[in-house]
């Protein structure tokens, strides 16, 4: 799992002062705690009021407010910092009832296994750590983050929605970039049971078939050439949680058995194994390919696809959801201003048209992309249109001409734009056009009668 950060504040609560310098001594090694130690439960209190410690080692018995009642005000103030119960072997009773109030646990003074200490240290912080992440991950993928007003997003929404309240397994669908990976961790992630357990994403294309196929269920020891120890497949590491299956159309037959399987009856053998594996693991896949072309093709099994295409979710393209790109544009300068640190307000309007009028073959990802690198490039306070890919910005020069016009008329339009422009900038005078553009009075004479464009 993940490792520790670096440093830690451990306050540690003992009337002892002997007991602070012993457990100060014994995790010394360590060279990751700094230590504050007080002497009742009334300066515990008054420090975490002050600045609140990673870890609280806080003795049971005490002159003044006993641990009990010091562990209940702790878990008032902030129920998540993981306290460590001391306890003498004469309250022992009381230890027990501390882990009702949210102790993470306790150790029995004197301290006869020390390493026992350091383990219980270190696990309290690591799980204390993975519930801030799990937290922070919970935030990130609220569904305000996942940005669309067009009635398509409203649709995926409310499936997304449903999806979270039932058991059901999803599919995914959508072309390449319209975040299929983001609705799926949105649904894990928002779903209160399963959010606190793995998710597990398998990119189906990214393994040759064998491979794949021990990459989801696992395998024996000795299972096949190379297999020296067993291993744990994803299907059992996301356990209580949620698998995400990515590309689904691109396994072969023999797994995509094992698949149907394991949703018809959550049970699966590992690889060269015969023990049977139950696992209560929400199947989520995606695809941007057609699985009925595939199913036609002999490629994928129809059985399967039924099942899984029993609750679909189709993600629009960007193209058919363009009034979303405006608040996309928005929300990913945003996160690009904020990463880079750059003085960035907004973008200009023309900038703003031609991300409106280009296509994004790429989608959502294509457009994070291109805010990205404009958000880098900028030098001005607005996205200008210079900063835009040149993909994007040829959308605009493209406007200029329809397809089907002639070169002759398109010329022609262009000469009309600029007479017009030039008249105007000099108020109808024919001799300063004139001059202006390089050309004769008497050319100017005809050209203006011509396209009806006023001269003095
Ligand atoms: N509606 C949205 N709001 C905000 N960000 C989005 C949205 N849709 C996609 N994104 C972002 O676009 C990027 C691509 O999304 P994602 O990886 O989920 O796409 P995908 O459909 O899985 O693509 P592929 O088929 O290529 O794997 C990600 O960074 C994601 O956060
Ligand atoms: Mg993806």
């Known amino acids: 799992m993940s490792e520790l950060k670096s440093r830690y504040q451990i306050l540690i609560v003992d009337d002892d002062k002997n007991i602070a ?8 090694a360590e060279k990751k705690y700094d230590f504050t130690s007080v002497t009742n439960g009334e300066a515990c209190l008054k420090y975490i009021a002050e600045q609140m410690p990673d870890l609280i080692l806080l003795d049971i018995q005490m002159p003044g407010i006993d641990g009990i009642e010091t562990l209940r005000r702790i878990k008032e103030l902030d129920p998540r910092i993981p306290v460590i119960m001391i306890s003498g072997l004469d309250s022992l009773e009381k230890a027990v009832q501390s882990m009702k109030l949210g102790a993470y646990d306790y150790i029995a003074k004197p301290f006869k296994d020390k390493n026992r200490l350091a383990v219980t240290i270190r696990n309290a912080l690591m799980t204390r750590d993975l519930q801030n992440e799990i937290k922070e991950l919970k935030q990130k993928y609220e569904f305000e983050n996942i940005i669309g007003k067009s009635g398509a997003m409203k649709e995926v929404f409310k499936s997304m929605e449903k999806a979270i309240n039932s058991k059901i397994s ?5 072309e390449s970039g319209t975040g299929k990976e983001l609705v799926a961790r949105a649904i894990h992630y928002n779903d209160k049971v399963r959010a606190n357990k793995p998710f597990v994403a398998v990119n189906c294309s990214a393994l040759p078939e064998t491979l794949l196929e021990s990459e989801l269920f696992g395998h024996e020891k000795g299972a096949f050439t190379g297999a020296m120890s067993r291993r744990i497949g994803k299907f059992e590491q996301a356990n209580g949680g949620t698998i995400f299956l990515d590309e689904i159309g691109l396994m072969s037959p023999a797994t995509q058995a094992k698949v149907l399987r394991v949703l018809e009856d959550k049970k699966f053998e590992r690889v060269g194994g ?5 696992v209560d693991v929400r199947v989520i896949s995606a695809t941007n390919a057609n699985l009925e ?3 036609k093709k002999n490629e994928f099994r129809e059985d399967l696809y039924y099942r899984l295409n029993k609750y679909p979710i189709k993600l629009p393209p960007l193209r058919d959801r363009k009034e979303d790109i405006p608040l ?3 929300h990913f300068i945003r996160k690009y201003v904020e990463q880079e640190e750059k003085e960035i307000e907004g973008i200009s309007p023309e900038a703003l048209e031609l991300l409106m009028a280009y296509n994004w073959p790429g989608n959502v990802r294509e457009l994070e992309n291109a805010i990205e690198r404009a958000v880098v490039l900028a030098n001005t306070k607005e996205i200008m249109s210079k900063d835009l890919p040149a993909a994007v910005r ?3 020069e493209r406007k200029i001409y329809e397809s089907d016009e002639t070169l002759a008329s398109w010329i022609e ?3 009309e734009q600029a007479l017009r422009q030039a008249l ?3 108020e109808g005078n024919i001799s300063k056009t004139a001059k202006k553009l390089g050309i004769g009075r008497a050319t100017i004479y005809r050209k203006a009668k011509k396209y009806g464009l006023p001269i003095n």
């Open 328 to 330: 996309l544009a928005a």
């Open 394 to 396: 040829s959308i605009g």
């Open 413 to 415: 339009r262009l000469e």
């Open 170 to 174: 999803v599919l995914i669908l959508g």
């Open 274 to 278: 015969n023990e049977l594996i139950e």
């Open 293 to 295: 072309e595939a199913i």
């Open 424 to 426: 105007l900038e000099n």
């Open 21 to 28: 310098k012993l457990i100060e001594d014994t995790l010394k």
